[in-house]
T-cell receptor, first 114, second 111 residues
Framework: ETGVTQTPRHLVMGMTNKKSLKCEQH?????MYWYKQSAKKPLELMFV???????ENNSVPSRFSPECPNSSHLFLHLHTLQPEDSALYLC?????????????FGDGTRLSIL | GQNIDQPTEMTATEGAIVQINCTYQ??????LFWYQQHAGEAPTFLSY????GLEEKGRFSSFLSRSKGYSYLLLKELQMKDSASYLC????????????FGAGTTVTVRA
């Protein structure tokens, strides 16, 4: 399925670097999500945008900064990350945040912090 | 808070049946989702239950009992490609749009 595309697929960065993750959806959805997935742990919701407005910041450290320029694109800007931030970062989209339609996920960005 | 429990790992033989249980304790309930996630890939939607009973989709079926806070995903006629992680996710009340996920059950299918 190519409905939700994430780039890059893999990213290795030092703690002092600045990088951005990109997500694009071609499904005409109005809600987009960032999740963190660590081994053997449940998906953790980080941010939600609904019709381009941020509706959720789940106590995420300020070293993670989301941006949603339009309903099709979502970014996660990263700076001065910590080793514990190494994880798979998944983007998802849905019709809107209140819909019972399923969320559609991208393949994720595997992030490693040195 | 939300609490979603599912077994960590299960192993079964090709052609067999496996049942993955999920129990939940949530503030409100507005549906339960099952997703399949192959290693290194996106979670993909399998099923959605909001009313009690069994929903069948080919080799996969999902069951829900709201009074017991319980669901299961049944995989029949297992194939090697069914080796994956299976995620249970619960949506709270209508005004709480967030999904709460379990940690996932890794199913390994052996020849």
């Amino acid at each position: 399925e190519t409905g939700v595309t994430q780039t890059p697929r893999h990213l290795v960065m030092g703690m002092t670097n600045k990088k951005s993750l990109k997500c694009e959806q071609h499904l005409g959805h109005n809600a987009m999500y960032w999740y963190k997935q660590s081994a053997k742990k449940p998906l953790e919701l980080m941010f939600v945008y609904n019709f381009k407005e941020q509706t959720e910041n789940n106590s995420v450290p300020s070293r993670f900064s989301p941006e949603c320029p339009n309903s099709s694109h979502l970014f996660l800007h990263l700076h001065t990350l910590q080793p514990e931030d190494s994880a798979l970062y998944l983007c998802a989209s849905s019709q809107d945040q209140n819909s019972n339609q399923p969320q559609h996920f991208g393949d994720g960005t595997r992030l490693s912090i040195l | 808070g939300q609490n979603i429990d599912q077994p960590t790992e299960m192993t079964a033989t090709e052609g067999a049946i496996v049942q993955i249980n999920c129990t939940y304790q949530t503030s409100g309930f507005n549906g339960l989702f099952w997703y399949q996630q192959h290693a290194g890939e996106a979670p993909t939607f399998l099923s959605y239950n909001v009313l009690d009973g069994l929903e069948e989709k080919g080799r996969f079926s999902s069951f829900l009992s709201r009074s017991k806070g319980y669901s299961y995903l049944l995989l029949k006629e297992l194939q090697m490609k069914d080796s994956a992680s299976y995620l249970c996710a619960v949506k709270g009340s209508f005004n709480d749009y967030k999904l709460s996920f379990g940690a996932g059950t890794t199913v390994t299918v052996r020849a």
